[in-house]
């Protein structure tokens, strides 16, 4: 009975897991639009532009 | 003065929450019921002394202050006549533990630690914008914000002439939420942002969710931080929109809802959750709707005796409920009285047959959103082509209020796949009442109107996050290291790509820094935003001036001076003669016209006009 409950939260946790891995490759993969590229492109200027002001600020 | 209105608004405050908070302890009440009970409380007291007041058009700082004084005094002295003074000892020598003992939890559990810390600091950030900028959103300088000045011009909430249906249609909930800090500071400085209380209620909502439906509770307290990392509600904590309050209470009735023993006193904050949520958009119905099942469920199986029969068992607890509700049916009984449906400037049909006249809200939304969308056709369709996120809006990813972005990664990657296996596991073990629950979130969201909309569905991740709780339950300690983890990573890829809230670059944050300390004007903030029109208003209208608005206005709110001393009204009038004539008896100083309006084409001819300022949009003429 034991190992059966173990296997029951084994395969949950094996599906869970494919599900999770499905969506992560879904969103990051399949549909990186370009807009989407530009925009994270766009995040990282925004990044440089506040760490510049703040090593400025800084100096 | 400055001074006077800061003391006061501090003072006010805490003795509001203060006691509220003490009359929780004093009820034994602990950690989400304490909570909930605070909040709610002081949240009604706030609502019920601005309605009070309003009604005989006394809402301004002074009677503000006074009412809430008595009202706070009065609590305080009934509190320690009830209870003893040691109560009060107690209660301030347990103070300290508020903050020693989610350290000490902190301490334990770095990983929460870090998404604890993240939160944080994403609300110092959107703190620091919202300080620095005026509200800027394009709601409430249209009808949110526009609502709040006119109680500060006329000291009521009553229907005034508009050109705008949604300022005199609009349930008003949020609107007397965000008032509370415009009058007692005199200043819009905090109202964008009040929906931060909101959020971390809801978070702390989600938290008792989870675990009362089976969740541990570290894995309660970890999930229910993730609330915060999807990109619409970060972006709407520096507005005056009301989607995640309006959540946020949702959660808060459903968390009051699975509350192991309900009291006449939880009934009453069951009744305030419900008001709350009717008065701040019409779509709250749907989230009482939805709530109603469980309610009626908790009623039948939770009464003290065997004695009661099911009438009473029903009835009674209707008799804390309802009385609360006042403030949010008032809302729809005056639209009623006033212009013919309840839910106007919307109607109401049902099978084709029309109730209520006016076009339904589905009717409005598909007019506004079908005539230029790159959405595909198909409910599944566009739902998923949001979820995915696969196109931009107007230069940004992710907004407070687009047609586009979805709910963000964490949604899309950890959430879903919690919610399909959770609902799984339930229907397996079945376990009812998990399955109920997911019921209710899955039938709101089919029937919410336009449910591709992130900010209008986003409640749906409630059950996204009880569902990780429990998911959380049922892995190895690997794997919850790394579920973990990638919450974590997920959360750091929204908060990097929404620290600018698409409107607040660090280039113009900096720049309105610098305004800023050098003391500039604060409608400075409107040239850095592109709306130099009400600029040259602000700069040069003075006090007791009047500013006029046309019949087809975009933004409102920003034509009143920051110290609301200028009046600002629109002049209802279908020939130029009657106008004319109008203008000139109530001494309108300047007038904001957008270039298709009628009264546009009449200020052209008036020779007692001349045109100050012009730009693609507006022009501004003031009186010779």
């Not at chain 2, 501090?10 to 909930?36: E, Q, Y």
């Not at chain 2, 006394?58 to 009934?78: C, F, T």
């Not at chain 2, 914000?145 to 009521?156: D, K, L, P, R, S």
């Not at chain 2, 068992?313 to 639209?335: D, E, Q, V």
Request: charged share 15%; with cysteine.
């Amino acid at each position: 009975m034991k190992s059966l409950k173990r296997d029951s939260k084994k395969l949950t946790e094996l599906s869970f897991f494919v599900l999770v891995f499905t969506f992560l490759w879904l969103y990051f993969v399949v549909y990186m639009t370009p807009s989407r590229i530009t925009w994270y492109r766009e995040m990282k200027n925004q990044l440089m532009i506040l760490f510049r002001g703040i090593t400025g600020l800084g100096g | 003065m400055v001074l006077l209105f800061l003391v006061s608004f501090i003072v006010v405050n805490v003795l509001l929450f203060g006691v509220a908070d003490l009359w929780s302890f004093a009820t034994k009440r602990k950690g989400w019921d304490r909570f909930v009970s605070t909040f709610l409380l002081s949240v009604g007291q706030i609502i019920a002394s601005e309605f009070v007041l309003g009604l005989f058009s006394l809402l301004s700082w002074a009677p503000l202050v006074i009412l809430n004084v008595i009202i706070s005094s009065a609590s305080l002295y009934l509190l320690s006549k009830t209870y003893s003074s040691q109560m009060v000892r107690k209660y301030v020598c347990s103070l300290p533990r508020l903050v020693i003992n989610p350290l000490k939890e902190a301490h334990k559990d770095w990983q929460w630690a870090a998404l604890l810390l993240l939160c944080l600091s994403t609300i110092a950030w959107v703190l620091f914008v919202g300080l620095l900028f005026p509200p800027l959103d394009f709601d409430g300088n249209s009808y949110h914000m526009t609502f709040i000045a006119n109680v500060m011009q006329y000291g009521n909430f009553h229907d005034y002439p508009t050109s705008l249906a949604w300022l005199n249609g609009y349930p008003k909930g949020g609107e007397f939420l965000g008032l509370w800090s415009v009058v007692l500071l005199r200043s819009d400085v905090l109202a964008d942002m009040i929906q931060i209380p909101f959020a971390i209620f809801g978070i702390y909502a989600l938290y008792s969710v989870a675990v009362s439906l089976g969740a541990r509770k570290e894995h309660a307290r970890f999930a229910a931080l993730l609330f915060l990392f999807v990109p619409v509600v970060i972006n709407q904590l520096k507005t005056t929109y009301v989607d995640v309050m309006l959540v946020s209470l949702f959660f808060g009735g459903l968390a009051l809802l699975l509350t192991k023993k309900l009291s006449k006193f939880d009934y009453v904050l069951i009744g305030i959750v419900f008001s709350l949520l009717l008065s701040i958009k019409s779509t709250g119905a749907l989230f009482i709707a939805g709530l109603f099942p469980l309610l009626l469920y908790r009623l039948l199986n939770t009464g003290t005796t065997q004695k009661h029969g099911w009438r009473k068992k029903l009835l009674l607890p209707f008799a804390y409920i309802i009385p609360p509700m006042f403030f949010g049916l008032y809302w729809y009984i005056k639209n009623l009285v006033m212009y013919g449906s309840p839910i106007y400037p919307f109607g109401f049909k049902v099978l084709g047959h029309s109730i209520f006249p006016g076009k339904t809200f589905q009717e409005f939304a598909a007019d506004a959103v079908n005539q230029s969308t790159v959405l595909p056709h198909g409910c599944f369709n566009r739902i998923w082509f949001v979820w995915t996120e696969q196109k931009d809006w107007f230069g940004c990813m992710y907004n407070y209020d687009t047609n586009y972005a979805g709910l963000g990664p964490v949604w899309f990657v950890l959430l879903i796949p919690a919610i399909l296996v959770t609902l799984f596991i339930a229907v397996r073990k079945k376990s009812w009442l998990l399955v109920g629950i997911g019921a209710v979130f899955w039938a709101v969201f089919a029937i919410y109107p336009i449910n591709y909309y992130s900010r209008y569905t986003l409640f749906i991740i409630g059950a996204g996050v009880y569902s990780l709780a429990i998911i959380m339950g049922l892995l190895s300690k690997g794997g919850v290291r790394f579920v973990r983890s990638l919450a974590l990573a997920l959360a750091l890829v929204v908060l990097f790509s929404n620290l600018a809230l698409c409107n607040y670059p660090f280039g113009t944050v900096r720049k309105q820094f610098v305004d800023t300390i050098r003391g500039a004007h604060p409608s400075e903030a409107f040239d850095n935003a592109g709306w130099a029109a009400f600029n040259t208003v602000d700069r040069l209208s003075q006090k007791n001036d009047v500013v006029a608005y046309d019949s087809a206005p975009y933004f409102i709110y920003p034509l009143w001076r920051a110290d609301f001393t200028n009046d600002v009204v629109y002049i209802p009038s279908q020939s130029q003669a009657d106008w004319a004539k109008q203008v000139h008896a109530k001494h309108v100083s300047f007038y904001l016209t957008t270039l298709q309006s009628r009264e546009h084409k009449w200020l052209l001819t008036s020779s007692n006009f001349i045109s100050i300022h012009k730009d693609g949009l507006y022009e501004v003429f003031e009186a010779r």
